[in-house]
Each structure stands twice: as structure tokens, then as C-alpha cells.
């Protein structure tokens, strides 16, 4: 029913930026939260950073100052602008759409997206 599709990952060089997108559709009446989680290898999967609709943000420590999530108009698109990477951002980023309601259910659910790999090259 719902669908998250990432894009913008890839190879970057120490020091650089890479924005991520991630596009929420289906039957969707409202997202409460959406953000970006990753899983380095041989890692548990951790927060990056999240966006209410009203407009809060929480980030990860490691990226604070770093990293940027935006989420226009509250709408089903959310980005993440990543400057001054390093190494040590290299993993596959996750798109998540939390507290989601679809049309005709009453009932929440968190959905995720199929993941994009970003490397960062030192």
C-alpha cells in the first residue's frame, strides 16, 4: 500500500556532499514522522535523523552540524543533505515513513524503503 523509493546515493570523495531523496506514495492520508536510519557493515541499523510533519528535527550525534533533513511542505518527500562526509558515514541509508495512515485503515504502521548505498572514499 505504501511505497518508498531513495535515490542519491553513491561514491564521494572525503570531505564532500551527496543530498538524498526519498518519495513516500499509495494510499497515503498522513505520515507523522519520516527519516533516515543506516546499517554499516557489520553494524546494527541506527537514526540519522528524523522529521515530524509539524517540523521537528532530532539527529544522531555523530551528524549533527553535518547532515540536514528537510521535509517541504510536510509533505511525502523527504531529503537528507549530507556535507563534510567522512569514512565513517559510509552505509546503506534507509528511508523511513513513521506512524503512517493509509485511506480506509485505522490503524498506524512504519514503513521502509529499499535502502541506498553511499561510500565515502578517504
Known amino acids: 500500500q505504501v511505497q518508498l523509493v531513495e535515490s542519491g546515493g553513491g561514491l564521494v570523495q572525503a570531505g564532500g556532499s551527496l543530498r538524498l531523496s526519498c518519495a513516500a506514495s499509495?494510499?497515503?492520508?498522513?505520515?507523522?514522522?519520516m527519516g533516515w536510519y543506516r546499517q554499516a557493515p557489520g553494524k546494527q541499523r541506527e537514526l540519522v535523523a528524523t522529521?515530524?510533519?509539524?517540523?521537528?528535527?532530532n539527529y544522531a550525534d555523530s551528524v549533527k552540524g553535518r547532515f540536514t533533513i528537510s521535509r517541504p511542505n510536510a509533505k511525502n518527500t523527504v531529503y537528507l543533505l549530507m556535507n563534510s562526509l567522512n569514512p565513517e558515514d559510509t552505509a546503506v541509508y534507509y528511508c523511513?515513513?513513521?506512524?503512517?495512515?493509509?485511506?480506509?485503515?485505522?490503524?498506524?504502521?512504519?514503513?521502509w524503503g529499499q535502502g541506498t548505498q553511499v561510500t565515502v572514499s578517504s
Open positions: 523511513n515513513a513513521d506512524g503512517t495512515l493509509v485511506f480506509g485503515s485505522t490503524r498506524r504502521s512504519s514503513y
Open positions: 499509495g494510499s497515503i492520508l498522513l505520515i507523522n514522522a
Open positions: 522529521i515530524t510533519s509539524g517540523g521537528s528535527t
